[in-house]
């Protein structure tokens, strides 16, 4: 039973950095899915998949992990690089590329 901790990185539709302060320990799957051929659905028979919790910090998922004894890694977050750009930028006459409509 091995987990993975890390800080979940924001989605693609949010501009702000709401819900991305906390730590989530997600167990690894255990056992392949199957895909059931009457339905076509997609299961699997391990059900920690479907365990995701939640903490504050770090240091409270690591320890959480430790205490009940399971194995896991650590995966940082990336922090985004910012490019700084002034609006100014765009009309400065010795541009890389030449500005059209």
Known sequence: MTARIY???KTAMQSGKAKTG???L???QASP???EPLMGYTSSRD???QVRLKFPTK???IAYAEREGIVFTVEEPHQPKRRQVAYA???RYDRKQPWTH
Do not use: I, K, M
């Open 7 to 9: 800080s979940p990185a």
């Open 22 to 24: 906390h730590w989530v």
């Open 33 to 35: 899915r199957v895909v």
């Open 26 to 28: 997600e167990f690894d």
């Open 47 to 49: 059900t920690l998949q």
């Open 89 to 91: 930028d765009n009309f």
């Open 59 to 61: 240091d409270e998922a």
